[in-house]
T-cell receptor
């Protein structure tokens, strides 16, 4: 079975705090891809990162960083020094070789000024 | 701006009616995807096309149909609409539709069925 779990439904942090959004996935495939998308209040989905299953290197992009650990089937997303503009719903997703895209239920992040 | 264009942005229609949502993929992208985002079901994959042919099918109802035209734009047809069809419908595109491609989403079409 393919599945993506984002156990945190809602998170609130005060501006400048760091926050980590958890993502745990299930798949029997050896080749797969993991994504994070941001959905601001306006509704569109904005691509943040793609990772393939053979690349466990962590990635940093500005204030964003991602920690991919196959041993725990997790692909967590950390925002450092959060800002109000980071307030959004964040989706983790799994794309497998069957061309199916599985989304988590999303984590709603509120950054309080 | 992802480069994926969806129209209309907002649509209100009555139960039993039929609507068509339109999507233009990013320039150079051959594959188009449709997703439905509703409050109770979350983000659900509906269907994928590649260069005019259906490639993958998800949780798409029989009342819904889609196609991709020779110019690569796609339409999602929703018929016999029910209140539960009210949702945000996303179109997305990628270069070849293979799992390694990044998928870029449009801004979505808000459908309200009253």
């Amino acid at each position: 079975a393919q599945k993506v779990t984002q156990a945190q439904t809602e998170i609130s942090v005060v501006e400048k705090e760091d926050v980590t959004l958890d993502c745990v996935y299930e798949t029997r495939d050896t080749t797969y891809y993991l994504f994070w998308y941001k959905q601001p209040p306006s509704g569109e989905l904005v691509f943040l990162i793609r990772r393939n299953s053979f690349d466990e290197q962590n990635e940093i992009s500005g204030r964003y960083s991602w920690n991919f650990q196959k041993s725990t089937s997790s692909f967590n997303f950390t925002i450092t020094a959060s800002q109000v503009v980071d307030s959004a719903v964040y989706f983790c997703a799994l794309f497998n070789t069957g061309n199916q895209f599985y989304f988590g239920t999303g984590t709603s992040l509120t950054v309080i000024p | 701006d992802s480069g994926v264009t969806q129209t209309p942005k907002h649509l209100i229609t009555a139960t039993g009616q039929r609507v068509t949502l339109r999507c233009s993929p990013r320039s150079g992208d051959l594959s188009v995807y449709w997703y439905q985002q509703s409050l109770d079901q979350g983000l659900q994959f509906l269907i994928q096309y590649y260069n005019g042919e259906e490639r993958a099918k998800g949780n798409i109802l029989e009342r819904f149909s889609a196609q991709q035209f020779p110019d690569l734009h796609s339409e999602l047809n929703l018929s016999s609409l029910e209140l539960g069809d009210s949702a945000l419908y996303f179109c997305a595109s990628s270069v070849t539709g293979d799992p390694g491609n990044t998928i870029y989403f449009g801004e979505g079409s808000w459908l309200t069925v009253v």
